[in-house]
């Protein structure tokens, strides 16, 4: 079979599948070189909103297109504004140092911004490197790096005043905005909106900015932060914190030429580490893990690659695709029931039931040859520790767990309902202490990654951050989407854009296993 026919083939499936009164309407039937495989057959219902925007965006990214350069126009050195004058050190503690050398975590914000570009340099960028100095003057440990120096048993982040800075990148892309913020898209075309941390085995930066800009159209801010400094809450309370400034200078310009910026207490980090008890001794255990790992005297703050990745995305060809799903609440209150009426559970969390059914389709779309999944997923202690820590506490305060399941299983028609039941089980654990047994959870899952005996699978973000309220003073975002996802295999959750209570998955997948998860995940709903 030709490539050219294989990419109309696609292209007709997404029709079949999205569209099918497009087909119909020009003569063509669900036959022939079209009918959906085994798994594609359980959706012949279409989906009944944005009918239009899927045939568009599946059909677009179908023609392989070689992604338009990007211009630079300048790498800004960003400092914080006002700060302290003394070198200041934090000392990692044990949530930090369990993610020392893992992959840092990429976002990227698309706005809508039809203006002019005179309009993006003279006004938007301005205030956006302005309100960026002044909220570094409250999050400045960003601006520093990651060191493990030799007389210190821990790694620390480091941050010299006058001396460290946050690299913001401008640039500018001629690519098709609305394509590339769309719910599907070739992962190749997003890549380039995601800036780099300055990275090597003595020092590691916290933070990395790039602002593009699409002619009028939009803009997108990526986000790139080191996982040992930061987790995802405290990320996104940084987020906000620079949204609010930049809003704030957008309606009274006179802020910018103020030397500091007053935030919010929900938007002010607590940067006092002490309230993190470590009465076993686990950054110690952590840091030592580390420093034998290649070693001895491993002190290296290099970023690592597991050896249970995906392959790495391959780029330069469009092999994978970026796909965004939604769970509207009516779903999830089916699921919720459809679990209830099968398990006699009686409390089914948002979270569980969506995790769970998307893993399922997941793994009947990808069918893994390994005989176990694993599914890890982070636990937030900040309000499950005694004394509770600040919600706005900076640094990482989360755990992992791990649910482990047979692959036949999974592929199975209950899968949905086994993966959920292990999700239950691990975080009904949960309430005679997160910290229970930390040191047993934490090699668990380091077998699963270094071993690679098992397909691993792990969530993103989370549907508490409210990523969709991130409003610079120009709208709320048009699409938010953790890219970093893109190259772990991953997937990652969010609130629906709609704020009704819904949730986004996003993931990347190669073309045909996209098609395959897509109808599963909205086809499946007919059979609960």
């Given at each position: 079979?030709?490539?050219?026919?294989?990419?109309k083939?696609s292209?007709?499936?997404?029709?079949?599948?999205?569209?099918?009164?497009?087909?119909?309407?020009?003569g063509?039937t669900h036959?022939?070189a079209?009918?959906?495989?085994?798994?594609?057959q359980v959706?012949?219902?279409k989906?009944?909103?944005?009918?239009?925007?899927?045939?568009?965006?599946?059909?677009?990214l179908?023609?392989?297109?070689?992604?338009?350069?990007i211009?630079?126009?300048?790498v800004?050195?960003?400092?914080?504004?006002?700060?302290?004058t003394?070198?200041t050190?934090?000392?990692?503690?044990?949530?930090?140092?369990?993610?020392l050398?893992?992959?840092?975590?990429?976002?990227?914000?698309?706005?809508?911004?039809?203006?002019?570009?005179i309009?993006?340099?003279?006004?938007l960028?301005?205030?956006l490197?302005r309100?960026?100095?002044?909220?570094?003057?409250?999050?400045?440990p960003?601006?520093?790096?990651?060191t493990?120096?030799q007389?210190?048993p821990?790694p620390?982040?480091?941050?010299?005043p006058?001396?460290?800075?946050v690299?913001?990148?401008v640039?500018?892309?001629n690519d098709?905005?609305?394509h590339?913020?769309?719910?599907?898209?070739?992962v190749?075309?997003?890549?380039?909106?995601v800036?780099?941390?300055?990275?090597?085995?003595?020092?590691?930066s916290?933070?990395?900015?790039?602002?593009?800009l699409?002619?009028?159209s939009?803009?997108?801010?990526g986000?790139?932060?080191?996982h040992?400094?930061?987790?995802?809450?405290?990320s996104?309370?940084?987020?906000?914190?620079?949204a609010y400034?930049?809003?704030?200078?957008?309606?009274?310009?006179s802020?910018?030429?103020?030397?500091?910026i007053?935030?919010?207490?929900?938007l002010?980090?607590?940067?006092?580490?002490?309230?993190?008890?470590?009465?076993k001794?686990?950054?110690q255990?952590?840091?030592?893990?580390?420093?034998n790992?290649s070693?001895?005297?491993?002190?290296?703050?290099?970023?690592?690659?597991?050896?249970?990745?995906?392959?790495?995305?391959?780029?330069?060809?469009?092999?994978?695709v970026?796909?965004?799903?939604?769970?509207?609440?009516?779903?999830?209150?089916?699921?919720?029931?459809y679990?209830?009426?099968?398990?006699?559970?009686?409390?089914?969390?948002?979270?569980?039931?969506?995790?769970?059914?998307s893993?399922?389709?997941?793994?009947k779309?990808?069918?893994?040859?390994?005989?176990?999944?694993?599914?890890?997923?982070?636990?937030?202690c900040?309000?499950?520790?005694?004394?509770?820590v600040?919600?706005?506490?900076?640094?990482?305060?989360?755990?992992?767990?791990?649910?482990?399941?047979?692959?036949?299983?999974?592929?199975?028609?209950?899968g949905?309902?086994?993966?959920?039941?292990?999700?239950?089980?691990?975080?009904?654990?949960?309430?005679?202490?997160?910290?229970?047994?930390?040191?047993?959870?934490?090699k668990?899952?380091?077998?699963?990654?270094l071993?690679?005996?098992?397909r691993a699978?792990s969530?993103?973000?989370s549907?508490?951050?409210?990523?969709y309220?991130?409003d610079?003073?120009?709208g709320?975002?048009?699409k938010?989407?953790?890219?970093?996802?893109?190259k772990?295999?991953?997937?990652a959750?969010?609130?629906?854009?709609?704020?009704?209570?819904?949730?986004e998955?996003?993931?990347a997948?190669?073309?045909?296993?996209m098609?395959?998860?897509?109808?599963?995940?909205?086809?499946?709903?007919?059979?609960?």
């Amino acid at each position: 079979m030709s490539r050219i026919f294989q990419k109309k083939k696609s292209i007709l499936y997404c029709l079949y599948k999205f569209c099918p009164e497009k087909l119909l309407c020009a003569g063509w039937t669900h036959t022939g070189a079209i009918v959906p495989s085994r798994h594609t057959q359980v959706a012949t219902k279409k989906i009944k909103s944005n009918n239009l925007h899927l045939y568009h965006s599946f059909c677009f990214l179908m023609m392989a297109q070689t992604p338009p350069p990007i211009k630079v126009h300048k790498v800004y050195k960003v400092s914080p504004s006002q700060t302290t004058t003394t070198t200041t050190t934090l000392p990692l503690t044990f949530f930090d140092i369990r993610w020392l050398r893992l992959p840092p975590v990429e976002r990227l914000f698309f706005y809508a911004f039809p203006n002019p570009t005179i309009s993006f340099f003279d006004s938007l960028l301005p205030n956006l490197k302005r309100s960026l100095e002044l909220t570094l003057q409250h999050f400045f440990p960003l601006a520093g790096n990651i060191t493990w120096p030799q007389h210190s048993p821990i790694p620390t982040i480091t941050y010299f005043p006058g001396h460290d800075s946050v690299s913001l990148t401008v640039s500018e892309s001629n690519d098709d905005f609305d394509h590339v913020s769309s719910d599907f898209c070739e992962v190749s075309k997003r890549r380039r909106l995601v800036p780099g941390l300055s990275v090597s085995d003595d020092k590691t930066s916290l933070l990395a900015l790039q602002v593009t800009l699409f002619p009028n159209s939009g803009f997108v801010i990526g986000i790139t932060t080191h996982h040992a400094g930061v987790d995802g809450n405290c990320s996104t309370v940084f987020v906000k914190a620079w949204a609010y400034a930049c809003s704030k200078i957008m309606k009274h310009p006179s802020l910018s030429t103020l030397p500091t910026i007053s935030l919010p207490e929900n938007l002010t980090p607590f940067l006092d580490r002490s309230v993190i008890k470590d009465a076993k001794g686990l950054a110690q255990s952590f840091s030592d893990a580390w420093m034998n790992f290649s070693g001895p005297n491993n002190r290296s703050v290099m970023l690592w690659k597991n050896k249970n990745n995906r392959e790495e995305v391959q780029l330069d060809n469009n092999e994978s695709v970026k796909g965004v799903f939604e769970l509207k609440p009516s779903h999830i209150q089916k699921l919720k029931n459809y679990v209830k009426s099968k398990t006699g559970i009686t409390k089914v969390s948002t979270f569980s039931v969506t995790v769970a059914y998307s893993l399922s389709c997941l793994v009947k779309a990808e069918q893994p040859e390994q005989e176990q999944v694993a599914l890890v997923f982070p636990v937030d202690c900040r309000s499950r520790l005694e004394p509770v820590v600040s919600p706005t506490y900076f640094g990482n305060c989360l755990m992992g767990r791990l649910v482990l399941e047979e692959t036949e299983k999974v592929m199975a028609s209950e899968g949905f309902v086994t993966v959920l039941k292990g999700i239950s089980e691990v975080l009904n654990g949960l309430e005679s202490g997160v910290l229970n047994d930390v040191e047993k959870w934490q090699k668990k899952i380091e077998s699963v990654f270094l071993e690679g005996k098992k397909r691993a699978y792990s969530i993103a973000g989370s549907t508490r951050f409210g990523v969709y309220g991130v409003d610079f003073g120009y709208g709320r975002p048009k699409k938010v989407d953790v890219a970093s996802v893109d190259k772990t295999g991953a997937f990652a959750l969010s609130e629906s854009r709609d704020g009704d209570g819904g949730v986004e998955i996003a993931l990347a997948l190669k073309k045909e296993q996209m098609e395959v998860f897509s109808s599963l995940f909205y086809g499946q709903f007919e059979s609960f």
